[in-house]
């Protein structure tokens, strides 16, 4: 029986569905093996409780099942006979040490605490040192501490006809793919023990042992759940009504004890049903989930997420066992409350101006085209010239602009910023000259450059050293750029924005779409987002047959007109017409997926666009005259343009994410979306692509003025 304490042997599984009615005891039995045999490998399923149909239970095999509670008890007993023979000379059949270690005992230091640092039991501590089984153990006694050697557990055999390989599909978690194959996630570490320990990550295509399932068996359950209750002190009838929605009445028939001992009393274990909701497969589509935090209470996680106690519970059974730190719930996808979501993650808003660290002291890199090389700073008017006439310069200078000031505010909150600025004059071969001359080590974040060809040329040398570049006007790239931050919305995102936008307000409004030739492809996402819409061809002039306008429009319900495209004189006649068509009876909304300059054009009437409610997406919204606005005219004498209100909003959130954990990609794995004087970012990290801003406005022409929609 000792020899049986301290061997490792091979064990072996199969698996069993559990039918109707079944009990652990039963099962224990038709295979041979112990009750806590079974426990031990689905530690999810608790003794005494009943075990839900068709719940797949991994089974040890005949003979393996009871060694653990032999062990257990084996050393249990061994213990006990030595603490009887108190130094008896009696040794035959112990183990021996391979060697010892002398400790010298501490002031308040117990046997305990030593057998715990070192990996042994009391009673193997005693056992060489025997003086402890008369004495108590104090400060300066010098004792013997048994070293062993150990014994490496053999792998988990499993017998193949019971098993099969399964490949994790996109989007599926630990807990999905338990919950398809009805085992617990217990059971699927113990078939998988190559599983990490310390994270829940699962890659596309990763090859699990699973059980095999018999066809059905899963689907068809119908068996009650239920979970167990401890009654605390004061219960009462109404808070446990609040608690889990059920009445007295219900509450007694379940647990007729309540009855016979006159009523709710402390400590009593209460059997209450859970109701199992019907939620379909779960991953990222269905749910967003969300991990507990130390110290969070039932009240104060109900509160944040919104959602009740019982609610939480049907949705996360393993609740029943108490509220842990680290565990992951589940939410319903439209669930609303006091917290960001990213990637189905739902995030603890911060804020982080109260969350900076002033001992972090951010080093910025600006690599932009002023164009030095081609302006004649001794000619004030033709520099001013040059400004007007080239792009690359007026955003430059309007991005540069913008970021001195954000370096501005964050001085005032206590947080020293290094920058250096560089002209990339607009040349692949300066910008590489500047990144061979600079020392990128220590950089916390590369600002720039504006062309695409210097910004992958950036990108791939910053990324030897971790070093994340903001793309300020870059909406994307061709290649796997995997540390750039694309601070500008795609035209896809806006666009899908603006589509969930109208389906969400829609009840039974008409949709009529205005698509030219190179907006075909629009045409084809909009009819398939709304079937049944309508369509209307320009006409080979580019204008449209108000006849045909007319005999489509609905005179009962409101006009959504989305006009797709990038020619100017199409907005200026399609405009005019619809304005002349609005009446008491046919009211008319006009809508764009790409408010492109054609749409900004001074042929266009603003009185037209705003008696049609005009509305599109857009990265960023208007700004009226604010603190901001009036520090940035008293500094550079002039109204900051939308350039430097982007500037300032990209420069500032970069700076105080790096504030407030140094590290601009760690930040941003924690924090949701963030909004400043004109522009908000969300950063969604694309594997191999980088991480792309998905915040966008929605905004609308109203009395001459344009409003932000919120969504």
């Not at 602009?401 to 300066?430: F, P, Q």
């Not at 204008?543 to 797709?564: P, V």
Request: net charge positive; proline share 3%; aromatic share 8%.
């Amino acid at each position: 029986m000792l020899f049986i304490g301290v061997c490792a042997v091979a064990q072996k599984f199969t698996t069993h569905s559990v039918k109707e009615g079944e009990t652990l005891e039963g099962i224990a039995k038709q295979y041979k093996v112990s009750e806590l045999g079974i426990l031990n490998y689905n530690k999810e399923v608790k003794k005494g409780q009943a075990i839900k149909a068709n719940t797949i239970l991994v089974i040890p095999l005949v003979g393996d099942a009871n060694k653990s509670e032999v062990k257990q008890k084996t050393e249990v007993g061994v213990n006990a006979l030595l603490d009887k023979l108190q130094g008896s000379e009696s040794e035959v059949g112990k183990v021996e040490p391979v060697g010892f270690i002398s400790h010298r005992t501490r002031r308040k230091e117990t046997l305990y605490g030593i057998a715990k640092r070192y990996d042994v039991t009391e009673d193997d501590i005693k056992r060489f040192n025997r003086e402890l089984y008369s004495v108590q153990l104090k400060r300066g006694m010098t004792l013997k501490i048994p070293k062993y050697r150990k014994v490496k557990e053999a792998e988990n055999v499993h017998e193949e006809g019971n098993y099969e390989v399964y490949k994790v599909q996109p989007k599926e978690t630990r807990w999905s793919i338990a919950h398809k194959f009805g085992i617990t996630l217990d059971s699927l570490l113990v078939l998988n023990p190559d599983l990490s320990k310390t994270t829940d990550h699962l890659a596309n295509g990763q090859e699990l042992l699973v059980p095999k399932l018999v066809k059905g068996e899963i689907k068809n359950q119908k068996t009650q759940l239920y979970t167990s209750y401890t009654v605390p002190p004061k219960q009462t009838f109404y808070s446990l009504e609040k608690k889990f929605g059920l009445s007295s009445e219900e509450l007694i028939k379940l647990n007729p004890e309540i009855k016979e001992r006159g009523g709710l009393k402390e400590g009593m274990v209460l059997q209450i049903p859970v109701k199992t909701a019907n939620s379909g497969v779960v991953n990222t589509e269905n749910f967003n989930f969300y991990e507990v935090k130390p110290k969070q209470t039932e009240f104060s996680l109900t509160r944040k997420l919104g959602i009740t106690y019982r609610e939480l519970l049907d949705l996360n059974p393993d609740l029943k066992d108490g509220l842990k730190a680290g565990m992951v719930l589940k939410l319903p996808k439209n669930q609303t409350g006091n917290f960001d979501v990213k990637n189905a993650l739902i995030l603890d808003k911060i804020n982080l101006i109260d969350s900076i660290n002033p001992l972090f002291k951010p080093k910025l890199l600006f690599l932009l085209p002023f164009r030095f090389d081609r302006l004649n700073l001794n000619e004030t008017e033709s520099v001013t010239n040059a400004i007007k006439k080239r792009k690359d310069v007026r955003y430059s200078l309007g991005l540069y602009s913008g970021a001195l000031m954000a370096i501005d505010s964050v001085a005032k909150l206590g947080i020293s910023v290094d920058v250096k600025t560089y002209d990339t004059e607009l040349s692949m071969d300066r910008t590489r000259t500047i990144l061979q001359q600079e020392n990128l080590n220590g950089v916390s974040a590369i600002f720039g450059p504006l062309e695409p060809v210097s910004l992958k040329e950036v990108a791939l040398q910053a990324a030897n050293y971790n070093i994340p570049v903001i793309a300020p006007l870059t909406e994307g790239s061709d290649l796997s750029l995997s540390n750039v931050f694309f601070a500008m919305p795609s035209k896809k995102v806006m666009r899908d924005r603006l589509l969930t936008y109208v389906s969400d307000i829609r009840t039974d409004q008409k949709i009529i779409v205005i698509a030219d030739s190179k907006n075909k492809s629009t045409e084809a996402v909009l009819l398939k987002q709304f079937p049944g819409a309508s369509t209307v061809t320009l006409k080979e002039d580019r204008t449209l047959d108000i006849n045909k306008i007319s005999a489509l429009l609905s005179q009962t319900s409101d006009n959504y007109i989305f006009l797709e495209t990038d020619q100017a004189t199409v907005v200026h006649h399609a405009a005019s017409l619809l304005n002349s068509l609005v009446s008491n009876k046919k009211n008319i909304k006009l809508l764009t997926t790409d408010k492109n300059a054609a749409f900004d054009n001074e042929v266009v009437s603003y009185s037209h666009m705003s008696n049609l409610r005009f509305t599109y997406p857009s990265a960023s919204r208007r700004v009226s005259s604010n603190s901001f606005t009036k520090a940035y005219s008293a500094r550079f004498g002039a109204e900051p343009d939308e350039y430097a209100i982007r500037g300032f909003d990209i420069a500032y959130d970069l700076l105080l994410k790096i504030a407030y954990k140094n590290n601009l990609i760690d930040a941003s794995k924690l924090i949701g979306g963030t909004e400043y004087i004109g522009n908000k970012f969300n950063y969604t990290k694309n594997f191999t692509s980088g991480y792309f801003n998905d915040a966008v406005y929605i905004l609308e022409f109203q009395n001459m003025e344009v409003v932000e929609l919120k969504e």
